[in-house]
Structure formats: C-alpha cells, structure tokens
C-alpha cells in the first residue's frame, strides 16, 4: 500500500535554530497538505500544495512540494517555543477517488529548548 | 469559528464490548472521515464518507466497522466487538465542498480497551 515517510521521526533544537522536515511519498501526489499536532491535540490545518515545485510560505515557514509530486519539506526559520509540536504531511494519491483521502506522514516530533 | 465535536472525550471498555463514537461536522460541510491515531504514532486513515455512503475504507476499517449519519446531523463509528488494539485516539475530520481541501478535525475520542 502506499507509505508516506517523514525524516526526522524527532528532532530538539534549540529556540532560534532553524528546523526542517522532509515528507517522502511511494506513489505520485496530486497534492500534499501540512498539519501541526500539538501536543495532546488534535491535527491542525497549515497549508495545501498542489503544483509541481511549488514553493509557500506563511511567516516563518516554508512549505515547498517536489517537482515529480512524492516529496515535500517543511522549514521553519528561527523556531520560537511555540513551534513545538508535531507536524505531519497528508498526501492525496493521484488515484483516489474525489473524497480527498489523505495518507498522513509518519511524523516529525519538534522540541524547542529555550 | 465553526469546529467539529465529538463524543466522548474518552471512553474505557471491556473487550469484546460495541462502542458507538459520535461527531457532530461542521454544517455545510459534507465529506467526513474517520482517522485513528495509536498513543504517539502516526494518524491513520479509517474512512470517508459523502453523500451518505462509504467513500473509501482501509484495510484496516473490516467487518467490526461501520460508520453512519442517522440524523442527518451525527456522524458515527461503530466498533462491533472491541480489541485490545483498538485503543487509540479516534479522530473525527470533516470537509466542505471546493475550497483549500482542509480537513478540519475534532479533538478525538479517546478509547482505551481492557
């Protein structure tokens, strides 16, 4: 079945530091969306990339979806203690129907020390 | 701001035990999902569901799964006979027609079976 994997599965950087994660798909995407989970939350919407190489960025981070639509990053610039949580890529196979099924990433677990 | 609820927060049952998980969606939306996520794993597609039918289904929604909307309002999920397994954080997600593809999700139901 189709797999979404994300590197790093954790990562602790301290407040300032920049932080990247990277979302990688078996199949083709015909989009990829970001969710932040706080901790002991529940998924929240960031943003939805739908173009080859596509580049977005909302403040401090930076959404970017790869040219053949299987991978995607995310970079988040100078985190701030409120960045903590854990983020995660949702990919919508090129052959889902038009319910919008997303196959969630594995995660990546952020920690800021402040 | 509109949001999805859910009922119960949690809720603790015997294996073996049915146990009905209640999401009310957000009013104009009209494809709803079912998503599980395992204590600090990833979040796990159950099913979608438009225009008052299964949508789409993984393997892992079988035979002691269903879902309904009996009112026209609730949306439910029904686990049969509980395993130990199935202890998880059930989140209910809903989506309007067009738009971003947002799934906006509720904060879950937390079921622990003994």
């Known amino acids: 079945g189709q797999q979404v994997m994300q590197i790093p599965q954790y990562q602790h950087v301290q407040e300032g530091e920049d932080f990247t994660t990277y979302c990688n798909s078996s199949?083709?995407?015909?989009?990829i969306q970001w969710y932040k989970q706080r901790p002991g939350g529940h998924p929240v919407f960031l943003i939805q990339?739908?173009?080859?190489?596509e580049v977005k960025k909302q403040k401090r981070l930076t959404f970017q979806f790869g040219e053949a639509k299987k991978n995607s990053s995310l970079h988040i610039t100078a985190t701030q203690t409120t960045d903590v949580g854990t983020y995660f890529c949702?990919?919508?196979?090129?052959?889902?129907?038009?319910?919008?099924?997303?196959?969630f990433g594995t995660g990546t677990r952020l920690k800021v020390l402040a | 701001e509109p949001e999805v609820t859910q009922t119960p927060s949690h809720q603790v049952t015997q294996m073996g035990q049915e146990v009905i998980l209640r999401c009310v969606p957000i009013?104009?939306?009209?494809?709803f999902y079912w998503y599980r996520q395992i204590l600090g794993q990833k979040v796990e597609f159950l099913v979608s569901?438009?225009?008052?039918?299964?949508?789409?289904k993984s393997e892992i929604f079988d035979d002691q799964f269903s879902v309904e909307r009996p009112d026209g309002s609730n949306f439910t999920l029904k686990i049969r006979s509980t395993k130990l397994e199935d202890s998880a954080m059930y989140f209910c997600?809903?989506?309007?027609?067009?738009?971003?593809?947002?799934?906006?999700f509720g904060e879950g139901s937390r079921l622990t079976v003994l």
């Open positions: 009013s104009n939306h009209l494809y």
């Open positions: 199949t083709t995407l015909s989009n």
């Open positions: 990339l739908v173009k080859s190489g």
């Open positions: 569901f438009y225009n008052n039918e299964i949508s789409e």
């Open positions: 949702a990919g919508r196979p090129v052959r889902s129907s038009g319910t919008y099924k997303y196959i």
């Open positions: 997600a809903t989506r309007r027609e067009g738009g971003t593809g947002e799934l906006f």
